[in-house]
């Protein structure tokens, strides 16, 4: 069975970091490009990083760049997003997701995405 599971979650204050892991299963994650995706209460699902099968070409929304780092250990099968100076816009359930199409088609957008995980909560409050 296909499944990509999310963890690491968790409220930490403005500027804190966190790690959030997504562990796949039931398939080879080597042959899959993975992206991170959020969304917030009342708000639109978007993508906020991406990173192909090899790891060697990465995508960031404009506002996590610099602050947020994908990578992925295909042998552990596992992928990371590092998130530091966490905002108060940064709040949401995020999920992890799979594509068979090159990052530089899908441009990290939602559509191109399938079987998604549950999701892990991010709060980020003072």
């Known amino acids: 069975q296909v499944r990509l599971v999310e963890s690491g979650g968790d409220l930490v204050q403005p500027g804190g970091s966190l790690r959030l892991s997504c562990v796949a299963s039931?398939?080879?994650?080597?042959?899959?490009?993975i992206g991170w995706f959020r969304q917030a209460p009342g708000k639109e699902l978007e993508g906020v990083s991406c990173i192909s099968k090899n790891g060697e070409s990465t995508y960031y929304a404009d506002s996590v760049k610099g602050r947020f780092t994908i990578s992925r250990d295909n042998a552990k099968k596992l992928v990371y997003l590092q998130m530091n100076d966490l905002k108060l816009e940064d709040p949401a359930n995020y999920y992890c997701?799979?594509?068979?199409?090159?990052?530089?088609?899908?441009?990290?957008?939602?559509?191109?995405?399938?079987?998604w995980g549950q999701g892990t909560q991010v709060t980020v409050s003072p």
């Open positions: 997701a799979r594509s068979f199409i090159e990052l530089a088609r899908s441009s990290c957008n939602p559509p191109h995405f399938g079987s």
């Open positions: 039931g398939f080879g994650l080597e042959y899959w490009n």
